[in-house]
């Protein structure tokens, strides 16, 4: 769509005297780019683009794969920085923007329950959904009655295909659970007290009664670990390839898995460790304790990087949601909290429960289920990104036997529970993310597809020492260093090479030059600089007051002599 | 009630046939995508170890010459053919993809001091110690006619070097004095002279083609205007410059490669600073070029190795040496800035790859994707102490290294003492003079 040209208005042959360049200058529009928006397009038919102007971006979108934290203020930086800095930010907008704009090729649509008329979604059964939904998603509710080889822990593969599950008296099994089909059935004679598949489904890991045992998924014993003994608990880092366990000594085992060496044997001196759970987010080992305390370690640490005190009796359920902001803790005091972990820790809901939960799963788009004996309880948030509304929950069913283990599969709407009779496989609409990245963990991929991917995955591990609270500390410039660095220099050259250098006058000419005129323009620069000093010390001035002013607002006590 | 699972059509997922792609669906939310800063540094790491693993730059040698190679001249249209002259007059015309001598000509009776090549690239010119310049054709004598040059100008002095205009048919020599000839006359045009010592190289700018710079032994650079006929200014440095190279992008740059081990780059505007200093030669710096981009420039030095220095840092980026290879006298980085020769001591010529690492031919697109983003994760992290060491890791040949070492401590005792004579004397006595401004003595206009 071109501008409508401009029609020459001189005849062609007239003779008309050429003027001078510099006073015929050609009338170009000012502002090109508005008025192409205002003009209505005009196509060779006539027709007009009933949508003009580029296709308006939702702004929370955008705002997703934002990745600058803008509020944080920067010191001040030369110039030069500063442009790059601007440049960056910049086209980082622009991306964010794309990438918004591609979210339109996303096929799938979250799953949802609705009542009508104010009912209650949590009176709905599960038998109502299976008879509402179509044959697919009805077949992938089944219920597995197995009642002789005891209370079960189950656990699904990382793509959501496969599903594994231990009976305490020794009965493993793994099957790809959407077609039925069992890739192996065995009993390991021992009691098996939890159960992880390894980075894909061809690896389990088998915390049996006294040791550690790695199976292949058709039943092949690879490998004992006699290092970790006596384990709780199982929890695989699927980014480190890291497999942690918490033991009845007390001790946190990190085994990486691809080289086969013990990392990290972490004692957690507080007794009998039973509870655990992973943060996705940031891959930190999250432990409950007996005193009520959740404490967060690292492989890299022999201390706990946080304790968080949660509840008045012991801990003993920890769930962490999938973007690792919130956590959810329940404990003997019959309390199911939630938690704020990336700001304040503090809780940021709590309610009740008749009977206090044993186990916590979050799904993928943070629905948080409990299992309170046989009952199962899942409550649900206003979007991905809030936190659960404890208030009503959003489903519950009555399982046959008391619940021992509760997994989300992956990328199914679909809450596996093990329990004293068996297995048993809950429709939950909505928990699961509708759409996956083929390049992460396609529940679809081949032989051949699953083999690349591990390979890349296996040189990209990341190593253990880089587990923190925050995964993103590696982009940040090391501000400590930097400073150390500035101050070598300082000393090893004597002078401080970026220091402003002293205000020399230019000579000027026409008598402006004079001595006393020098004097005069230093002294002019001399002045304003004392001045911003001054300002600036009067600024940092009322700040060091506030913070003396602060303790000293409640009644004085005897024990103010202990405040620092 | 109103229900609706998620439930996908494995027809959308799963390929029809074996003879189709997979699909791979993609979706970017970046809590899909967890550690994607450690995956990265992860990936820069493996990036930065295979760079050095596949840092293979040695291409081959160029055999043939019977004494040391003392000059190399580039053909302006061709990249495959290159030209150098010994120290037994003898000129050599190379071709590159055959690594072989397509033509011999004994030149000259003594060393060969300097070959041009004319900006059309049928001719070229040479110098020697037999104080004429020759010109000769680029394309070989016919059956039956003997190796003649085309044109012999017999001169009163020996030259030291010489260049060719850009555009012009007109060529300037350098011995006693600056000559500049017009290539139909036997005399000079102009002579230019400054100072009454002799000239060791000239070099045309390419940019500003009427400007001209050469290299005295009283230690100063010359700058000389050919419309004029002047010298416009000149700066003098601590110790004697080799030669000089200008800037093929920015007009006003060159670089001058010093006997101080240091080589300067310059901008022409403002002579009293040197805009960079390269340090990281342990030998007199021989000759410089630049490479046609402008962002980098090649090095030869006295010690026997060649290095690849950013225009804007200070430090080298890649150092390039053998066993075999002595003192290196010349060095020219090819016209398509993949390549680089160098022409040493020995007799040879040596073909090096400008990218240590890269990969020489055809690259499919997939190639080039994952090699674009192994250079940007290269970027990235590239201050990070563990990547930085492992791409900063060279070999150095034990003589460079101890010399190195050896330097150090004689740069450190030094400082010390400036130093403390700075801290123990009343302030302001002592000025505290910039590493770039302690190398240069005076600026002339």
């Not at chain 1, 038919?45 to 600058?68: H, L, M, N, T, Y």
């Not at chain 1, 670990?225 to 384990?231: F, N, W």
């Not at chain 1, 600036?536 to 103010?560: G, I, Y």
């Amino acid at each position: 769509m071109s501008r409508p040209r401009r029609t020459d208005f001189r005849p062609k042959n007239a003779n008309i005297a050429k003027k001078s360049r510099i006073s015929r200058k050609r009338q170009l529009p000012k502002k090109p780019r508005e008025r192409r928006n205002l003009e209505p397009q005009r196509s060779v038919s006539g027709a007009q683009d009933p949508f003009p102007g580029p296709a308006p971006v939702p702004v929370e979108v955008a705002r997703k794969f934002r990745r600058i934290d803008k509020s944080k203020k920067l010191p001040h930086s030369k110039s030069k920085t500063r442009s790059r800095l601007e440049v960056a930010e910049a086209e980082e907008e622009e991306i964010s923007i794309k990438a918004a704009r591609s979210e339109l090729l996303l096929a799938e649509e979250p799953g949802f329950l609705e009542g009508e008329d104010g009912e209650d979604t949590a009176k709905i059964r599960q038998a109502d959904i299976v008879e509402a939904v179509d044959i697919a998603s009805a077949a992938k509710h089944f219920d597995l009655n197995l009642r002789q080889f005891g209370p079960y822990r189950l656990n699904y593969s990382p793509t959501g295909r496969h599903l594994a599950f231990g009976g305490r008296r020794g009965h493993v099994a793994t099957l790809d659970w959407v077609t039925k089909r069992l890739m192996c059935e065995i009993n390991v004679m021992e009691a098996v007290r939890d159960i992880r598949f390894l980075h894909s489904e061809a690896l389990l890991a088998v915390a049996q009664n006294r040791w550690l045992h790695i199976y292949d998924n058709q039943g092949i014993e690879l490998h004992c670990i006699r290092r970790c003994d006596r384990v709780t608990r199982l929890e695989f880092l699927p980014f480190h390839f890291l497999l942690a366990t918490a033991s009845e000594t007390g001790f946190l085992t990190y085994l990486d898995v691809s080289v086969g060496k013990i990392m990290a044997a972490l004692n957690a001196r507080a007794g009998r460790l039973d509870v655990m759970t992973k943060n996705p987010y940031n891959a930190v080992i999250h432990l409950g304790h007996s005193n009520g305390t959740v404490s967060l370690w690292s492989p890299a640490m022999k201390e706990p990087l946080a304790k968080i005190l949660c509840h008045r009796g012991g801990v003993r359920a920890v769930a962490v949601d999938s973007t690792g902001t919130y956590m959810a803790t329940s404990g003997l005091d019959h309390q199911l909290k939630i938690f704020d972990l990336r700001g304040t820790f503090q809780p940021l809901g709590a309610r009740t429960l008749p009977q206090g939960a044993g186990h916590l799963a979050f799904s993928q788009r943070g629905l948080l289920a409990a299992g309170m004996g046989d009952v199962v309880n899942i409550w649900a948030g206003q979007g991905k990104a809030s936190p659960p509304s404890l208030e009503q929950p959003y489903l519950t069913h009555r399982l046959s036997g008391h619940v021992h283990g509760l997994h989300f599969c992956p990328f199914e709407d679909v809450l596996g529970v093990g329990h004293n009779g068996g297995i048993t496989s809950m429709l939950v609409p909505g928990a699961a993310e509708p759409n996956f990245d083929g390049l992460e963990s396609n529940p679809y991929r081949s032989q051949k597809q699953r083999q690349e991917w591990e390979v890349k995955a296996l040189l990209e591990k990341v190593p253990a020492e880089l587990i923190c609270l925050d995964p993103r500390a590696l982009a940040e410039v090391d501000v400590i260093s930097l400073e150390q660095e500035k101050k070598e220099r300082i000393e090893r050259l004597g002078y401080d090479p970026e220091a402003k250098a002293p205000f020399q006058p230019k000579p000027k000419q026409k008598g402006r030059s004079s001595t006393a005129s020098l004097v005069k323009r230093k002294r002019k620069v001399m002045d304003e600089e004392h001045r911003d000093k001054v300002r600036q010390s009067l600024e940092q001035q009322p700040q060091k007051q506030e913070k003396k002013a602060k303790p000293l607002r409640a009644r004085p006590s005897a024990l103010d002599r202990f405040v620092r | 009630m109103k229900v609706k699972m998620l439930s996908r059509n494995p027809d959308n997922y799963v390929r029809e046939t074996k003879l189709d792609l997979q699909r791979v669906p993609r979706n970017y939310d970046p809590t899909l995508h967890p550690f994607e800063v450690p995956r990265e540094y992860v990936r820069a790491l493996n990036a930065t170890k295979l760079e050095r693993v596949f840092a293979k730059p040695f291409l081959g040698s160029l055999d043939g010459h019977r004494d040391g190679v003392n000059c190399l001249a580039k053909h302006p249209k061709s990249l495959a053919t290159v030209l150098s002259g010994a120290c037994d007059g003898e000129v050599r015309i190379w071709n590159l993809t055959k690594r072989k001598c397509i033509r011999t000509i004994q030149a000259h009776e003594g060393f060969v001091r300097g070959i041009c090549t004319r900006f059309c690239g049928t001719s070229f010119f040479t110098v020697g110690d037999d104080k004429t310049v020759k010109q000769w054709k680029m394309d070989g004598p016919g059956y039956g006619e003997e190796e003649e040059p085309l044109h012999t100008i017999l001169g009163k002095t020996v030259y030291t070097g010489i260049d060719h205009h850009w555009k012009e048919a007109v060529f300037a020599t350098c011995g006693q004095q600056v000559d500049i000839w017009d290539e139909q006359r036997t005399s000079p045009v102009c002579s230019m002279t400054w100072g009454f010592d002799s000239i060791s190289s000239v070099k045309f700018n390419p940019i500003e083609t009427f400007l001209l710079g050469s290299c005295a032994s009283d230690r100063n650079i010359v700058l000389y205007d050919m419309r004029q006929a002047t010298p416009l200014k000149k700066v003098i440095l601590d110790m004697r410059t080799n030669t000089i190279c200008w800037n093929p992008m920015e007009a006003f740059i060159f670089t001058a490669a010093n006997e101080d081990y240091n080589l300067y780059t310059f901008d022409m505007r403002a002579l009293d600073t040197p805009v960079m200093v390269h340090m990281d030669h342990v030998s007199a710096v021989l000759d410089v070029d630049y490479s046609p981009t402008g962002k980098e420039f090649v090095s030869a030095s006295f010690d026997k190795s060649v290095r690849i220095f950013p225009v804007d840092k200070s430090r080298s980026r890649e150092v390039y040496h053998t066993k075999r290879m002595q003192h290196v006298i010349c060095v020219k980085w090819t016209s398509d800035s993949k390549y680089i020769m160098c022409g040493s001591d020995e007799m040879n010529i040596r073909l090096w790859k400008a990218n240590a690492s890269e990969k020489l031919g055809v690259l499919t697109s997939r190639e080039k994707a994952a090699k674009d983003y192994n250079q940007k994760l290269k970027e990235k992290f590239q201050h990070h102490p563990h990547i930085k060491g492992i791409a900063c890791h060279c070999h150095l040949p034990k003589s460079i290294y101890s010399q190195i070492q050896e330097q150090r401590i004689m740069k450190e005792a030094r400082r010390r003492k400036e130093v403390n004579r700075l801290k123990h004397s009343k302030p302001g006595s002592v000025s505290v003079v910039s590493e770039k401004k302690k190398h240069i003595v005076a600026v002339v206009k």
